[in-house]
């Protein structure tokens, strides 16, 4: 069974520009949740999807938004990229099912200059 | 609030020594708590999770309520074992989300 895979693997943008990430979960997978991973925080959790909704949401500025689509793809953007955006964005997949791990991905490191 | 603790952002360890690296939670909900592990250059990926009960790689944990504490143990470390350890507690009350620690790097020296 594939992974959770995440395209593009890197990214450079200047401030100012926005981004779109991408997501594929492991088939069958309906929730996918997207973390940023900073040294300094950690993982720190964006939102999470189920079904094409956005159940749940961290405590991130409007500027980071989501949506999945109906094959439980996800993608997350950024507008008006700033340089603390600079982070490993991490998208993770999970079965809706008690006491399921979350399986992650590569992760997408983005750089803004 | 709902909130996982990592005390230690560094443990270092010779080989050989028992190794204990501290996780605490608070959520007043009936926890699921697991243990994830990040090697270098790797996914992060479940180590164990509370309900299992299980011993992956010598690590065990055990979930005391009463300190709201999941900390994670191996007697023996290993080189191996070199690796940032995150403590993860999903929370099912509403809707699911996970809440994850800060991380602790633990460096098992030879």
């Known amino acids: 069974k594939a992974g959770v895979t995440q395209t593009p693997r890197y990214l450079i943008k200047t401030r100012g520009q926005q981004v779109t990430l991408s997501c594929s979960p492991i088939s069958g997978h309906r929730s996918v949740s997207w973390y940023q991973q900073t040294p300094g925080q950690g993982l720190q959790f964006l939102f999470e999807y189920f079904s094409e909704t956005q159940r749940n949401k961290g405590n991130f500025p409007g500027r980071f938004s989501g949506r999945q689509f109906s094959n439980s793809r996800s993608e997350m953007n950024v507008s008006t990229l700033e340089l603390g955006d600079s982070a490993l964005y991490l998208c993770?997949?999970?079965?809706?099912?008690?006491?399921?791990?979350?399986?992650f991905g590569p992760g997408t490191r983005l750089t803004v200059l | 609030a709902q909130r996982v603790t990592q005390p230690e952002k560094l443990l270092s360890v010779f080989k050989g020594a028992p190794v204990e690296l501290k996780c605490n939670y608070s959520?007043?909900?009936?926890?699921?708590l697991f243990w994830y592990v990040q090697y270098s250059r790797q996914r992060l990926q479940l180590l164990l999770r509370h309900i299992s009960r299980e011993s992956i790689k010598g690590f065990t944990a055990d979930l005391n309520k009463g300190e709201t504490s999941f900390h994670l143990k191996k007697p023996f470390a290993q080189e191996e074992d070199s690796a940032m350890y995150y403590c993860?507690?999903?929370?099912?009350?509403?809707?699911?989300?996970?809440?994850f620690g800060t991380g602790t790097r633990l460096k098992v020296l030879a």
């Open positions: 993860a507690l999903r929370v099912t009350s509403g809707t699911y989300k996970y809440i």
């Open positions: 959520y007043s909900g009936s926890p699921e």
């Open positions: 993770a997949s999970s079965r809706e099912e008690v006491y399921n791990e979350q399986f």
